[in-house]
Every structure is written in structure tokens, then in C-alpha cells.
């Protein structure tokens, strides 16, 4: 910060330090020479002096950049502000442009993570929503390697400060973790400054930035692997995950309870889970994929068979859809083997019953309408649709059903004699035939 500083201030703007924390650092202060400065303030407490950032001076002097480090900072009680970035707000909301600096592990939405990670609660955290309304961010990355060099060369604190923290806090493990913890959050300030620049470009997304994969639970157990396959994906891909589930609010309280098990899984591997509010699953999800710039919508495969157009599974409306997504479908569920197996199609089911007697029953009416127009072999036909469409959606032995029902009523309506079985000619018993055949 200082270094860039320096050549902006050679550039001929007006940059100001308000306070830099040295540490006792020769080098630091070296970088400072040459810089405006703004006086610290004295303050007293309890029967001694602490010189603090002078906020009224800063807005007195009102430059175009002010330097104040340590954006983390508790301020000396009696100061303006308890904290050193309410500080900072102010200088903002003032038009004061200012450079800051903060470490990671100051940041309100990690700090359950760092306690865990490091076995210490930071007690002085930075609001996340003050580095959203930051306009630029910088990632000073070093290797824990690096940073623990320059801690025994006393670049960071004085040495017996640097020999404590090598031994406590700065040990190689937890540098590795809050240096992952680093990179995550700027990963997410990239995915956010891109959604920006996608709205006021007007273009629409996806941007394939980085992986980012959205699966889509619908609060049955067969989530639970639908989930792992989405964990596993991410890890290879290195991808971001999230999972979603749409409540079209008539879940019954037994899939409310599935679908917070599922969440809690999602959470145990590390991703995130949200829950959308709407009437249409596909709507939802892909206005979502598009809001969080998701690559990847993964699926699990309905094992259902659809009777109308209107239900067909999710991954086929969403493949009809959209060609900005990859679509990932997964199997889901153990398919238990039994002793004795039935093909699918062979299985009566009463929706396969009701759609196969509406379509000979349909079949009727328009022979009806049309046998003055259409001979016999031809009026046939008519009933021959209904057996195709009994065996695309309902399966081989709606099929069978179909042309044996579409003969008998065939055979009862239109040969002569009618109103009988009965069949007196040869003609009329070959239609029959090849119809049924």
C-alpha cells in the first residue's frame, strides 16, 4: 500500500497518511518518508497516553486519498468511535477515498471458522458489508514459507513479538488454512464484480469464470446421493457447489423434515443450501443459476414415468430450456434386485388403465364421425393411433390392452352384423386380423 502510495503521490495526488501501524519496523517507516502526515490525537486512559487516529483532522484536511492501516482496529475508549472502520465510514460517507488494510481473520462471516481453525476467537471483526462497498481489492498472497521468513527476519513484528506468534498463532498449519480462507473470499468478490458488470452490460449470463455447480434436491432420501455426486464433482472440478430446493408450499411436513437433512449433509461437505419460494421448479431454478453465475446444474434422474407433456422430468425441461448450462443428470437410489422380474412395461397401473380406455374410447368417437367418408380397412386406423399412444405412455402391456379392446369394439361397431362379435365375411375377419396383428 505504501509503495503505490509513493507513486501516486510522485504522480502529483494528494495523498495523506492518516496512521500506519510500524510495529517498531525500520522499513516501514522508511516507505512512510515523504508522505503527508496527519498528527495522532492524544488520548488518556487510565493514567496513561495513547495517541489514536484523528478523525476531525482528517476531515479538516480532507485529502483525495488517506491512508489508515489496520481497518480492524478498537480505538481507545473516548475516541469518536469504538472502531477504527466506523472511522472509516465516516471518512467515506465524507468523499474521503481511503486505502486500508485488514487480515482476513478479521472478517465478521469467518470468524466461527477461524476459532475453529486456529483455537482462538477474534474479538475484533469487520462488518463484511464494508468490504462489499469497497471498489477495489487487493490479495497480498504469500506463502506460510514467506510470511514465516519474514517474521524471523522481523519484517512483520520486532523479533520477540515474531518469536510468540511463530509459536502460537503463525504456525505453518494454520497460515495454510487462513491463506485458503484468503483466496476464497477474493474468489468471491470476483463472482460478485462479475455479476455487476453483467448487469450493466446488459449481457446475459452465465460467465464462465470459475466451476460453479447448483444442484437441485426435490426433499426425497434419494437426495442423499445425489448430493454426494455434486460433493464429488466439486472436488474434481474445484468448483464451487450449492444445492437449492423450490417450495412450492404443499411439501408435507414428513419432506420439510427430509429436505433439513439434506441441507445439513450438504453442509457437513462443505457447500451451501438455500431454499426458493415459487410455483414453478424450472423457473426458479435456472433464474437462480443465472443470479449466482452457476456453470453447472446437476440433476437426479426421475425415475417416474410422465403421462402428460406438461410433467416431464426437470432435466428434460431444463435441457428444452436453456443452452447456457452444462446439465449433469445422476441415477438415484439403490435399485433392489428381486427374484423374480417383471419388465416395466408389463406392470398395470390405474394411470395407465384410465389413459389407455380414454384413448379407444377417443378412437371411437371419431370413427363414428368418420366412417361415411372412410372404408372400412382405412377406419381401422383410427384405432391403431390409440394402441401407439397407449405404448408411449403406458408401456407395452397398455399396448396389448389397447388393441385387444380396440378389436372388440372395432369388431362389435363397425363389421356386420353390428352390435355382435359375429363376422360373416372373409374381408372384413383379414382387416380384423392385420388390425390386431
Known sequence: MLRTARERAEEGDDIVIGVVESHGRADTEALCEGLSRIP????????????????????????TILLVDELAHRNIPGSRHPRRYQDIEELLDAGIDVWTTVNVQHLESLNDDVARITGIRMRETVPDALLE????????????????ERLRRGKVYIPEQARAAMEGYFNESNLNALRELAIQTMAERVDADVKVAMD?????????????????????????????????????????WRAVYVDKGIASPE?????????????RLGGD?????????????????????????????????RWWPWSRPLAQRLIAHTDVFDIVVVAQGNVKQSRRKRPPGWRLRPPQLLATSLAVMASLGIAHLLEPWLELANLSLVFLAAVLFSAIWAGTAMAMLSAVVG????????????????????GQLLTVVFFFW
Open 40 to 63: 495522532l490525537a492524544p488520548l488518556q486512559h487510565h493514567g496513561r497516553t495513547f495517541y489514536e487516529f484523528d478523525i476531525d483532522a482528517a476531515l479538516e484536511r480532507k485529502p
Open 133 to 148: 462497498r469497497a471498489r477495489d481489492v487487493s490479495l497480498v498472497d504469500l506463502t506460510p514459507e514467506e510470511l514465516l
Open 200 to 240: 450493466a452490460s446488459g449481457r446475459a449470463g452465465p460467465w464462465p469464470v470459475r466451476p460453479h455447480l447448483l444442484v437441485v434436491v426435490n426433499g426425497s432420501e434419494d437426495d442423499v446421493s445425489l448430493v454426494r455426486a455434486a460433493h464429488r464433482m466439486a472436488e474434481r472440478r474445484l468448483a464451487v
Open 255 to 267: 419432506q420439510q423434515l427430509t429436505v433439513e437433512k439434506i441441507f445439513s449433509l450438504v453442509t
Open 273 to 305: 443450501s438455500l431454499r426458493l419460494q415459487g410455483h414453478s421448479q424450472l423457473g426458479e431454478v435456472l433464474n437462480y443459476a443465472r443470479s449466482i453465475n452457476a456453470t453447472t446444474i446437476m440433476v437426479g434422474r426421475d425415475a417416474k414415468r
Open 407 to 426: 378389436f372388440l369394439v372395432f369388431n362389435f361397431f363397425f363389421t356386420e352384423p353390428r352390435l355382435t362379435f359375429a363376422m360373416v365375411e372373409r
